[in-house]
């Protein structure tokens, strides 16, 4: 269809049946465009029921090859063996962000140095409002500023059940 536009553009002579043949495959263009458009829109990661995507075999396919995507199969651990079974593999990462994080063999006059140079952002009262214990209200609004379908808590139900 472009190179047919193209064709058209660039003939020597522009005569009322080329420039209508041009005005129809450029209106024969933008509806394929729009509808390639509309294509990949239902197939992008937006909140499929809400915008319209019926509960359809293609949302359950697509949402069944992310699941199977985002499963962690097998890791290789500190010792460089590949383990596979769920215990090992949670070992293994604790293990991991254990020893990332750790702080051996640092000294703490040096620390203390080193962060006394560093600006305070956190003002005494931040500091207090955010170390003191959250209230049902806070609850309540964290739930209502969640996407209601988005993900799975750790009781296995959605923000909209609450």
């Given amino acids: 269809m472009q190179q047919n536009i193209s064709l058209l553009n660039n003939a020597a002579n522009r005569c009322d049946s080329n ?3 041009l005005k129809k495959s450029e209106a024969i263009l933008d509806e394929l465009l729009e509808q390639e458009e509309k294509y990949w829109h239902q197939r992008s990661r937006v909140d499929w029921l ?6 359809t075999k293609l949302f359950h396919a697509h949402a069944t090859s992310r699941k199977s995507k985002s499963v962690i199969k097998s890791l290789v651990n500190s010792q460089g ?11 293994a990462i604790c293990s991991y962000y ?15 140095e080193i962060l006394s140079v560093v600006p ?7 500091n207090k409002s955010l170390t003191e214990p959250f209230t049902s209200n806070d609850v309540y609004d964290a739930l209502k500023s969640m996407s209601p379908d988005k993900s799975l808590g750790c009781d296995g139900m959605f923000a909209m059940f609450y």
């Fill in 120 to 126: 305070t952002t956190i003002t005494h009262d931040m």
């Fill in 50 to 55: 809400q915008c319209g995507d019926q509960n």
């Fill in 81 to 91: 063996i590949t383990v596979t079974s769920k215990a090992d593999m949670t070992n």
């Fill in 98 to 112: 254990d020893s990332l994080f750790a702080s051996e063999g640092v000294d703490p006059h040096s620390l203390q």
């Fill in 19 to 21: 420039m209508t043949e």
